[in-house]
């Protein structure tokens, strides 16, 4: 297992468009993570799966942005009508057991970029 | 309100002197802290973390301090190497709820060692 895989690494895409993201967890974690990081801050909570359980999401999610994780493995992510805030570096990071936190592993991410 | 603060937005130390990294935090329900290391492209990659009921962990060349009362933390890097140039990652999380498996960062300080 070579870590937290997401896919595609680089998106451009125009404002309007849909665009979807692939996120696949090490394995045997049961638990995953969306993050966003826009330029010069740290990386902001989005939503959490347990298994195929979304459990949170977070007020910046809108009604143009939904996660799913079917059969509690890969994880996609899809905005809607994209628009030019929605430009940032999306987060994929997975953990099991115990205190979550305390395995969390972070893939290299998709950058988005709406022009 | 930034919960996670990292006021230092850039650092830059000589090879084989001592990098010491900042952070504040405001939020007295954190309990949990790490701190992330992050190359340009990819996403970040864990460190080293401290629970609140110890105030130092070491590991290798990078120690971090806790400070509760003052509610301040620090990453001491030492010796510092050209490939620890890196931006440098504070992150929270809490105790209850949901909050034990979310991580709230602060926005980065970028470390240059030169050679």
């Known amino acids: 297992d070579t870590g937290v895989s997401q896919d595609p690494r680089h998106k451009i895409t125009k404002r309007g468009q849909n665009v979807t993201f692939r996120c696949d967890p090490i394995?045997?974690?049961?638990?995953l993570y969306w993050y966003r990081q826009t330029l010069g801050q740290g990386p902001e909570f989005l939503t959490y799966?347990?298994?195929?359980?979304?459990?949170?999401k977070s007020r910046l999610l809108s009604d143009r942005f939904s996660a799913e994780r079917p059969k509690g493995s890969f994880s996609t992510l899809e905005i809607q009508r994209t628009e030019q805030g929605d430009s940032a570096m999306y987060l994929c990071?997975?953990?099991?057991?115990?205190?979550?936190?305390?395995?969390?592993?972070f893939g290299s991410g998709t950058r988005l970029t709406v022009v | 309100d930034q919960q996670v603060k990292q006021n230092s937005p850039s650092l830059s130390v000589q090879e084989g002197r001592i990098s010491i990294l900042n952070c504040d935090y405001t939020?007295?329900?954190?309990?949990?802290f790490l701190w992330y290391k992050k190359y340009p492209a990819e996403g970040p990659t864990f460190l080293i973390s401290?629970?609140?009921?110890?105030d130092k962990n070491e590991d290798g060349r990078f120690t971090v301090f806790l400070n509760k009362s003052a509610k301040h933390l620090s990453l001491h890097i030492v010796p510092s190497q050209p490939g620890d140039s890196a931006v440098y990652f504070c992150?929270?999380?809490?105790?209850?709820?949901?909050?034990?498996?979310?991580?709230?960062f602060g926005k980065g300080t970028l470390l240059t060692v030169n050679p």
């Open positions: 990071a997975s953990s099991f057991g115990g205190r979550q936190v305390y395995g969390y592993t």
């Open positions: 394995s045997e974690h049961n638990r």
């Open positions: 799966f347990q298994n195929e359980a979304q459990l949170e």
């Open positions: 939020n007295s329900m954190f309990d949990y």
């Open positions: 401290i629970s609140s009921i110890k």
């Open positions: 992150a929270a999380s809490g105790r209850g709820g949901g909050s034990n498996y979310k991580l709230t």
